[in-house]
């Protein structure tokens, strides 16, 4: 008796070509994820199996801001409203970046994994060297922080210097992002970063990632961020003053086309429920900017934190905290 043709034989025997060796998409496959959405954009308008592939990468894009290189996914959750945009754009930094090191793409949406070759990879090693560091704080498990330590606003924890990895408790923001959040679209502040979780008070919750710029080129980019060229800029300054009060060392952070989902955190006039610490690390001349939560934060609530002291100004920007101390205009570096 003849021998019946499977499913794919009687695809090839029709003239129906394989989608898994079709050129075009393999080729697609490669190519769109390292597009931005105008370039997606573009490329979806040529063909139907484009435009498929197209509708793929947005969908993946939105169930992810960081693109696969954090444990829990953060997802963006867009309003029904037809200007909702479906996701914000921007490449992912796990950690702090010079301006020379920044990547001009990254891939996003793969088709074909939900992963990133390679995530992960500018954490630190499970072990630097075995000489131990030390310390008094290192040891393994969870490292409990105090109201009173995170009051202050400076954190010590183990670097480059020690000889322990990931796993110690003294390396507690070292971890990446380990509480449930999303990033959801709000008509009046844009993207907003919201807590998906109850996050009890004095919990870890992200670092603020980006580009570390001269005070130079921070003024530059301020200037062209308040003309009009970035809607929504995220360029951070911190000021930490030494012990002697006569100066204070400068951190310029620029999380705008590149850094990690704390650019959605936005401003609240009366602090907001996050404290912003600065954690310092042997080996490390420059501290890392962290936020833990200050009080509980219920599930659906908005992360907000002060960007710093503002006063009335003409070309000032809006503000929409909503707090009963609002002074009505977003802080800035010109305040």
Request: charged share 20%.
């Amino acid at each position: 008796m003849p021998e019946m043709a499977t499913g794919k034989q009687q695809k090839k025997a029709e003239g129906e070509e394989d989608p898994n060796v079709n050129p075009l998409i393999c080729s697609a496959e490669l190519i769109l994820p390292w597009l931005n959405p105008r370039e997606l954009a573009s490329a979806a308008s040529t063909c139907k199996t484009l435009a498929q592939l197209s509708r793929l990468i947005t969908l993946r894009r939105t169930s992810d801001a960081t693109r696969s290189l954090e444990k829990l996914p953060v997802p963006f959750r867009g309003s029904s409203q037809r200007n909702s945009p479906p996701y914000a754009y921007f490449l992912y930094a796990e950690s702090q970046l010079l301006s020379s090191e920044s990547p001009d793409r990254q891939p996003w949406g793969s088709p074909s994994s939900s992963t990133v070759a390679g995530a992960g990879s500018s954490k630190q090693s499970a072990a630097e060297n075995g000489c131990g560091c030390g310390c008094e704080g290192c040891g393994i498990g969870n490292r409990s922080l105090e109201r009173e330590e995170l009051e202050v606003g400076v954190l010590s924890e183990c670097g480059s210097g020690c000889g322990c990895g990931l796993e110690c408790r003294n390396r507690l923001t070292q971890r990446g992002i380990r509480v449930k959040l999303k990033i959801v679209w709000s008509e009046r502040k844009s993207w907003c970063l919201l807590a998906d979780q109850l996050i009890p008070q004095g919990q870890f919750v992200c670092e603020y990632t980006g580009e570390l710029l001269t005070t130079q080129e921070a003024r530059r980019r301020q200037q062209a961020y308040d003309g009009g060229r970035f809607s929504s800029s995220a360029l951070l300054v911190v000021r930490e003053h030494l012990p002697s009060g006569k100066a204070c060392l400068r951190v310029n952070i620029d999380a705008t086309k590149i850094g990690n989902v704390a650019k959605f955190i936005n401003h609240s006039c009366d602090g907001g429920n996050l404290w912003t610490v600065l954690v310092r690390s042997p080996g490390a001349f420059l501290p890392r900017l962290c936020f833990f939560a200050s009080r509980d934060i219920s599930k659906d609530e908005e992360l907000c934190f002060s960007y710093g002291q503002s006063r009335a100004r003409p070309n000032g920007r809006q503000c929409f905290c909503g707090s009963p101390v609002c002074s009505g205009t977003l802080p800035s570096e010109a305040t």
